[in-house]
């Protein structure tokens, strides 16, 4: 049976929380995060007290948001993305203001983002779409033109490079996610990670309750008992568990799902790229992308039709994503004309370390009959 995503996770990992369970005897946050969070700093090439671990990627961009956000500021997201982003920005009683993307990358487009900004705009959020950090060097220049703050929703981008370098290495805030079936799984788990100290200061207080300077002593086993807090905090600490199936993840990452997920990439580029029905997206050219997804548009009002042909043989898809500026919590009237067509022609194809190229072969001619045969 062929899945659209999956992690591939082995006996490895399943010592490492063995040895949580039944040596170290702490499942709460301790050694095995703090371990965890250094060798995500090395693997980024940054200085260890970059990285703060929660317990999800939503959790990573709530207090992404919550530290540099007071209620009623507005952020500027490209509606096109999961619901996390939007709804971590939502949490700290900001509001996310639903931007369109461009057709040829599917990332934030920066003309429809300008034209959005008001005095209350704080910062844009955007999302490595795909695992593409599109026109990152834009993004930063954008910012930089506004004043604005930025956070890179990299859920989709562990593992991706920019000319070079790790996503993660360079610019704001960015967030990672270790869901289930990320570039890399903790089980769940997220990462925030940012050259800010005080970003730094306030994310290892919020996510253990907003206790101040816990974190430290959580590494060495103990922690405070005469405390003081002075902000909102969340229970967003990750575990020892997570953090022990991370660390082995993290080592097979540059070796095994890396080149796995690129491989098979390559080939549905290979041969997809001339079937004039569908539109690839168009990946930065000075980037390494590490593929989380891998959707394809699909012209000419086909793409119910081939999601059905594909599902009866088996090939299961997805879409990503519905535009949050269409759900009821977020509709406020906008419209988003390139996004809701968009919507209409995404259709998510498998892609995980588990897949093999025969798999990617069968599928892609399966498509070509489909589209060719109508
Ligand atoms: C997975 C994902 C998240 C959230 O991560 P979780 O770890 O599942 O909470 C946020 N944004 C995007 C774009 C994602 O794909």
């Keep these: 049976m062929i899945r659209l995503s999956k992690s591939i996770l082995g006996q490895e990992e399943a010592d490492a929380v063995t040895k949580v369970l039944l040596e170290d005897g702490y499942l709460g946050m301790g050694a095995e995060v703090g371990k965890f969070e250094d060798e995500i700093a090395a693997y980024l090439n940054i200085a260890a007290n970059q990285v703060v671990c929660v317990n999800s990627g939503t959790a990573a961009?709530?207090?992404?948001?919550?530290?540099?956000?007071?209620?009623?500021?507005?952020?500027?997201?490209?509606?096109?993305?999961?619901?996390?982003?939007?709804?971590?920005?939502?949490?700290?009683?900001?509001?996310?203001?639903?931007?369109?993307?461009?057709?040829?990358?599917?990332?934030?487009?920066?003309?429809?983002?300008?034209?959005?900004?008001?005095?209350?705009?704080?910062?844009?959020?955007?999302?490595?779409?795909?695992?593409?950090?599109?026109?990152?060097?834009?993004?930063?220049?954008?910012?930089?033109?506004?004043?604005?703050?930025?956070?890179?929703?990299?859920?989709?981008a562990f593992g991706s490079t920019f000319e070079s370098k790790k996503i993660g290495s360079f610019g704001d805030i960015i967030c990672f996610s270790f869901d289930g079936i990320k570039n890399i799984t903790s089980g769940?788990?997220?990462a925030i990670v940012t050259r800010d100290k005080k970003v730094v200061d306030i994310v290892k207080d919020t996510r253990l309750l907003g206790i101040e300077k816990d974190s430290e002593k959580r590494y060495v086993g103990t922690r405070s008992w005469d405390f003081d807090v002075t902000r909102q905090g969340f229970r967003y600490h990750m575990s020892n568990i997570f953090a022990a199936i991370g660390r082995v993840?993290?080592?097979?990452?540059?070796?095994?799902?890396?080149?796995?997920?690129?491989?098979?990439l390559n080939r549905y580029i290979e041969l997809l790229s001339e079937e004039t029905s569908l539109k690839l997206i168009s990946?930065?050219?000075?980037?390494?992308?590490?593929?989380?997804?891998?959707?394809?548009?699909?012209?000419?009002?086909?793409?119910?039709?081939?999601?059905?042909?594909?599902?009866?043989?088996?090939?299961?898809?997805?879409i990503h994503y519905k535009p949050n500026h269409l759900l009821n919590f977020y509709n406020n009237g906008t419209t988003l004309p390139?996004?809701?067509?968009?919507?209409?022609?995404?259709?998510?194809?498998?892609?995980?370390?588990g897949l093999e190229l025969d798999d990617v072969e069968m599928i892609c001619k399966m498509i070509k009959t489909y589209l060719n045969n109508k």
Excluded: W
């Design 283 to 318: 990946y930065d050219q000075s980037s390494k992308i590490v593929p989380h997804i891998f959707p394809i548009r699909v012209l000419d009002n086909q793409r119910d039709g081939l999601k059905n042909y594909l599902e009866q043989n088996n090939v299961p898809t997805g």
């Design 249 to 264: 993840q993290l080592r097979r990452l540059e070796s095994e799902f890396a080149p796995a997920r690129i491989n098979l």
């Design 61 to 156: 961009l709530h207090l992404a948001v919550d530290a540099i956000c007071a209620a009623g500021d507005e952020i500027l997201v490209p509606s096109l993305t999961f619901l996390s982003s939007f709804q971590a920005i939502s949490a700290t009683g900001a509001l996310p203001v639903a931007c369109e993307v461009y057709e040829e990358s599917l990332t934030i487009d920066f003309e429809d983002a300008e034209s959005k900004i008001t005095p209350r705009t704080k910062a844009i959020m955007v999302v490595h779409y795909a695992s593409n950090p599109a026109n990152i060097t834009m993004l930063y220049q954008f910012a930089e033109k506004h004043k604005l703050r930025v956070i890179e929703d990299a859920a989709h």
């Design 188 to 190: 769940e788990g997220g």
């Design 338 to 353: 390139v996004t809701e067509k968009i919507y209409t022609e995404i259709l998510t194809l498998p892609i995980h370390p």
